[in-house]
């Protein structure tokens, strides 16, 4: 039996997927691409004709503000849709880009519309992912607004801590985390100094660990307590400690390569 | 482009930056240590009446090349309970 993939992984969460249902997911992200770091997928303005589907690295959807300095909302990950329901908006109202090597899966719009229109349960998984990213967008909305920066980046480490864990991608406590200081610092809305001097102090004490582009988390529940971290928001089904689905994955697969 | 390091003292704690900043010009480096310190105040306020933040900034063979400083300065203008409604300080 074949392992499954980040997307089925993911979307398991969100509807109780058959056999039939992860075997036409597998299907459809066969044609997998190499994307190169710092790639843009789509640019703001675009019309979409593809839906784009991480399989392994990191992207992110980001805007460019007058000033030339760059603002990241999302972080995307392995099972991660780029833009699933964007065509019924038209144009991109943000650009898409790889932040590490990806591999990337090009989805022809028609593709995504048979599969909708022959299997309900994915499309109810669809659905969910959808929802699923806005509260992430919620929860982001409150990190910024909010939480104070040790927080604020604790609270994301703990996220996509659970988001890799729920797809497969973590190595023990540890993750890959491809960012660069700069595009850190624009996710989380604050100046490169302050995220440097914040990062200090929360590897100092102890909560984050930080080796080449790998993130270590040593205890879960300790960095959630200090970011006021819960997972609700990510409607797992059960939370990634017992993977729904066995893993037979060689870890590392998805992270950069 | 040249690297520095952005050691801040928030008035209780001083971090020795390790990481540091490429700034690609004058008014980028002074622009970097100028905005980090209402970043670092945001963070710690309100604390006290009395708070300085500072920055000063290393360049990579280590010679401080700029130094920047915020300060609080809050006062009472007249805090007993009769203006106030709140009990006056037990000092």
């Not at chain 1, 990950?77 to 990806?102: Q, W, Y």
């Not at chain 1, 023990?172 to 985390?177: E, K, L, Y």
Request: charged share 30%.
């Amino acid at each position: 039996m074949h392992r499954p993939s980040p997307l089925v992984r993911k979307l398991s969460h969100g509807a109780r997927l058959s056999r039939e249902d992860c075997e036409r997911l597998a299907a459809v992200e066969r044609d997998r691409r190499i994307v190169a770091p710092r790639t843009d997928l789509i640019i703001e303005g675009e019309e979409p004709e593809h839906v784009h589907l991480v399989v392994s690295g990191y992207a992110c959807r980001y805007k460019t503000l007058d000033d030339g300095s760059r603002s990241i909302m999302a972080l995307l990950v392995p099972g991660d849709f780029c833009d699933l329901h964007v065509a019924i908006l038209g144009r991109m109202d943000h650009s898409i880009a790889t932040v590490s090597e990806c591999e990337i899966v090009r989805i022809a719009r028609p593709t995504i519309e048979r599969l909708t229109e022959r299997y309900p349960t994915v499309t109810r998984a669809l659905w969910w992912a959808t929802l699923v990213d806005e509260a992430v967008l919620r929860e982001w909305l409150v990190n910024m607004g909010r939480r104070k920066t040790n927080q604020q980046i604790a609270h994301l480490f703990c996220e996509l801590y659970v988001r890799m864990r729920t797809v497969g991608c973590t190595d023990g406590n540890s993750f890959a985390f491809p960012l660069t200081q700069d595009e850190l610092a624009d996710t989380l809305g604050i100046s490169t100094v302050h995220l440097n001097r914040s990062l200090q102090k929360l590897r100092e004490d102890g909560l984050v660990e930080f080796q080449g582009r790998v993130v270590t988390v040593p205890d879960l529940d300790r960095l959630s307590r200090y970011a006021g971290f819960t997972a609700n928001y990510l409607h797992l089904r059960v939370l990634p400690d017992e993977p729904p689905v066995a893993d037979e994955r060689p870890r590392g697969r998805c992270g950069p390569r | 482009m040249p690297r520095f390091y952005f050691d801040i003292n928030d008035g209780r704690r001083e971090t020795h930056d390790a990481v540091g900043l490429r700034c690609d010009s004058r008014d980028a480096l002074l622009g970097a240590a100028v905005s980090v310190l209402p970043e670092v105040a945001s963070e710690e306020l309100p604390d006290n009446m009395r708070r300085v933040f500072t920055v000063k900034v290393r360049n990579a063979a280590g010679r401080y090349v700029l130094y920047a400083s915020l300060s609080l300065a809050a006062d009472w203008l007249d805090e007993s309970a009769e203006a106030t409604g709140f009990a006056p300080p037990e000092t």
